[in-house]
């Protein structure tokens, strides 16, 4: 099943001896002590190696392989255009076709009053904009105090300057002097984790919000810009919020003139079982962060979708400064723009919104079902196509497992023999899923009964070691 004449050894000592992989232990994978999956075909759910290995997908390659593998319409759209016009740049008023129609799209398809798109490569970028457009606005308005950007705990935002320090994840901080000054932190919203003995979802809820109003009246209302959250949160592991959440923020971000950046990269273009996150919650975001499912990642862009308000100031800044100095080579590149156009179509053609109605529930369900009350399960939870399993060692007291046993890694592994690809989160002992949002019933039966197997071979394991 390889896809080239050398040898899967061949390709793993070239991997090893010439590829700086992200998010690796560098000296072990030198040294060829790491897993090294060379990775060869795939079609619809599932994914197979140079060796013949296939496993479904259970995320999607990094949740964003929406469509599945093998989708024509989308391959033939990026062909037509590579024949056609593969590259022509969008700066000092250029244009083409494929982008003009692709932001329109995205624009009607968000909606509550969304103005325009910039378009780029990758959500860090995307997040870059924003927070460069943010302090642009503010500069323009008059208000050159009134820059610092609240995120969360636990969120994801980018492994940049800015967007790595907007990420409230240790492991992107660690040795790489963030996160920057500006950049501030709240409530991790996870109802299971955070609340109080006893606390409602509703107070859990109202707390979150209030311990946000503090953290801007200490640092001073006009000098907060804007707060950057995910609808549900993604790589932080998978947590959707608790019942009140963004009634409860909008509010206290509203009392305050902050403006609200909803990063809808991982629930964006109907994983969620709406067609945003922000729809689903009622969130009214000013910026909105774009990637992965706008096109499938058949091709990598991003958007950042400016709200009117913003708009606006954006426009009255150039009328008085001249033109905005931002850009990227590559925002709205025709061939991405292309196959972003034909993902969109798909999801329309396909009805892909309401099947994600039908599965998401029935899968979360599922999980629930087989996977509540096993003595190392903590929680189970999801919203849509996204779910996770969060593993703990006492799971009424809520108390997690030492991170030297690596459990959820251990359990990623089993789930990986079993068939299966999930995600060992990076916060806590959580897998997670995002598999493409055309999977069946029948597969993600697959996925439930792969995952509790793993589950229970994981508990089985730690008890003959003692360690439970």
């Known amino acids: 099943?390889?896809?080239?004449?050398?040898?899967?050894?061949?390709?793993q000592e070239k991997d090893r001896s010439f590829v700086f992989h992200?998010?690796?232990?560098?000296?072990?994978?030198?040294?060829?002590?790491?897993p090294n999956r060379i990775m060869a075909g795939a079609e619809g759910v599932y994914i197979w190696d140079t060796e013949g290995r296939k496993s479904l997908d259970g995320f999607g390659g990094l949740y964003c392989v929406n469509m599945g593998y093998g989708c024509t319409e989308i391959a033939d759209a990026i062909a037509k255009q590579a024949y056609e016009l593969p590259f022509a740049h969008v700066y000092a008023s250029q244009g083409t076709e494929p982008v003009a129609r692709l932001a329109e799209a995205i624009v009607e398809y968000f909606g509550q009053n969304m103005q325009r798109v910039y378009f780029g490569l990758s959500g860090s970028d995307a997040n870059e904009t924003n927070i460069k457009l943010v302090?642009?606005?503010?500069?323009?308005?008059?208000?050159?105090?009134?820059k610092k950007i609240i995120s969360r705990h636990r969120g994801y935002h980018g492994s940049g300057l800015v967007t790595g320090s907007l990420t409230g994840l240790p492991f992107f901080h660690k040795f790489f002097d963030l996160p920057l000054s500006m950049v501030r932190h709240t409530t991790t919203p996870h109802y299971y984790r955070q609340a109080h003995e006893g606390e409602t979802e509703e107070a859990f809820s109202k707390r979150c919000a209030d311990e946000l109003e503090a953290l801007i009246l200490a640092e001073g209302p006009d000098t907060v810009a804007a707060f950057i959250a995910e609808p549900v949160l993604g790589t932080g592991g998978i947590v959707p919020p608790p019942k009140g959440y963004w009634?409860?923020?909008?509010?206290?971000l509203d009392k305050y003139e902050i403006l609200l950046i909803a990063d809808e990269v991982v629930c964006g273009f109907a994983r969620t079982g709406e067609k945003f996150g922000s729809h689903l919650y009622g969130m009214r975001p000013d910026f909105v962060t774009i990637a992965k499912g706008?096109?499938?990642?058949?091709?990598?862009?991003?958007?950042?979708?400016i709200g009117d308000r913003v708009w606006k100031v954006l426009e009255e800044g150039t009328e008085e400064h001249g033109p905005l100095g931002h850009g990227w080579t590559y925002s709205g590149h025709t061939l991405c723009a292309a196959a972003a156009l034909a993902n969109i179509q798909v999801l329309k053609e396909r009805n892909i919104l309401e099947h994600v109605q039908d599965v998401g529930p029935y899968w979360l369900s599922r999980m629930k079902?087989?996977?509540?009350?096993?003595?190392?399960?903590?929680?189970?939870?999801?919203?849509?196509?996204?779910?996770?399993?969060?593993?703990?060692r006492d799971p009424k007291a809520r108390v997690p497992f030492e991170p030297e046993l690596q459990v959820g890694a251990r359990a990623a592994a089993a789930l990986l023999e079993n068939g299966v690809i999930g995600r060992a989160m990076p916060h806590g002992d959580i897998l997670g899923f995002a598999p493409?949002?055309?999977?069946?019933?029948e597969e993600v039966d697959i996925i439930v009964e792969a995952t509790a197997k793993s589950v229970d071979t994981t508990f089985r394991a730690l008890k003959v070691e003692g360690a439970l």
């Open 369 to 392: 079902a087989e996977l509540e009350g096993h003595p190392i399960v903590g929680e189970v939870r999801g919203v849509g196509i996204l779910s996770a399993v969060e593993l703990m």
């Open 22 to 34: 992200p998010s690796t232990h560098l000296a072990k994978h030198s040294r060829g002590e790491t």
């Open 294 to 305: 706008v096109s499938s990642a058949y091709l990598p862009i991003s958007g950042s979708i």
């Open 247 to 252: 009634t409860a923020i909008q509010e206290v």
């Open 135 to 146: 302090w642009y606005y503010n500069n323009i308005l008059g208000r050159p105090e009134k």
């Open 1 to 11: 099943m390889s896809l080239t004449n050398l040898g899967t050894k061949q390709v």
């Open 436 to 441: 493409p949002l055309i999977i069946t019933r």
